[in-house]
């Protein structure tokens, strides 16, 4: 029998990119991850805060997923969410996690690790406050990750939420941000023949450590 599936084995393609050196970088990661970030958002505004958010439960299992970048500063590198959903649920049992840029156009993905924490609830409150009226509906009814009978089921509970008036459409507390404190960054950069340049942040001996990696 055929195969029915795919074989992508033999897809190719070449990245050309200039060099990264350890000259280049800032000796403070959260500074060379401004640099990058900088020249995404002049790249492609529109999903230059995507990021994959990787955690796992307590057994190890892993999830992950996008989400989108909303703050960050020398503290970490916050998001938004629904406590109770997988993520949640996960990050509950297991406070670590890793989060992944990849900035397609200009071949180079940033990997950030560490120990994650709950933002207070009036952070979250200010930020929900700050979103179109939909997206507040959509948060204020749906309990992610769980499942539902139907699509008709969620749209009857936005109509009836929209009916509400607008000072009644409030921030869950089940609903808010999480902050990842950085331990180790990993900036790639693609470059030909797969001989790619890695540089790895660890935080030791209280300064910032700076190694290149093998591709």
């Given at each position: 029998?055929?195969?029915?599936?795919?074989?992508?084995?033999?897809?190719?393609?070449?990245?050309?990119?200039?060099?990264?050196?350890?000259?280049?970088?800032?000796?403070?990661?959260?500074?060379?991850?401004?640099?990058?970030?900088?020249?995404?958002?002049?790249?492609?505004?529109?999903?230059?805060?995507?990021?994959?958010?990787?955690?796992?439960?307590?057994?190890?299992r892993p999830g992950a997923r996008i989400v989108l970048l909303k703050h960050f500063d020398k503290h970490g590198f916050c998001w938004f969410t629904d406590f109770r959903s997988e993520k949640g649920e996960q990050l509950k049992e297991n406070p670590y996690a890793?989060?992944?840029?990849?900035?397609?156009?200009?071949?180079?993905?940033?990997r950030i690790r560490?120990?994650?924490?709950?933002?207070?609830?009036?952070?979250?409150?200010?930020?929900?406050?700050?979103?179109?009226?939909g997206s507040r509906i959509s948060a204020a009814v749906s309990h992610q990750s769980a499942p539902v009978d139907s699509r008709s089921t969620l749209e009857k509970a936005v109509e009836q939420m929209r009916e509400k008036p607008e000072s009644e459409i409030i921030c869950p507390e089940t609903w808010g941000g999480y902050r990842l404190i950085p331990e180790?960054?990993?900036f790639w950069q693609g470059r030909e023949n797969r001989l790619h340049d890695r540089f790895r942040y660890e935080f030791a001996d209280e300064q910032w450590q700076i190694h290149r990696l093998q591709p």
């Open positions: 029998m055929a195969n029915q599936y795919s074989d992508v084995a033999g897809l190719r393609r070449e990245y050309v990119a200039s060099g990264l050196h350890k000259t280049d970088l800032s000796a403070d990661p959260f500074d060379q991850f401004q640099r990058w970030f900088d020249k995404a958002l002049l790249a492609h505004p529109d999903d230059a805060t995507s990021m994959t958010l990787a955690t796992a439960d307590e057994q190890g890793e989060i992944l840029f990849y900035w397609y156009g200009l071949e180079r993905q940033v560490g120990p994650v924490e709950q933002l207070d609830y009036a952070f979250g409150e200010r930020y929900f406050n700050e979103r179109p009226l180790r960054f990993e």
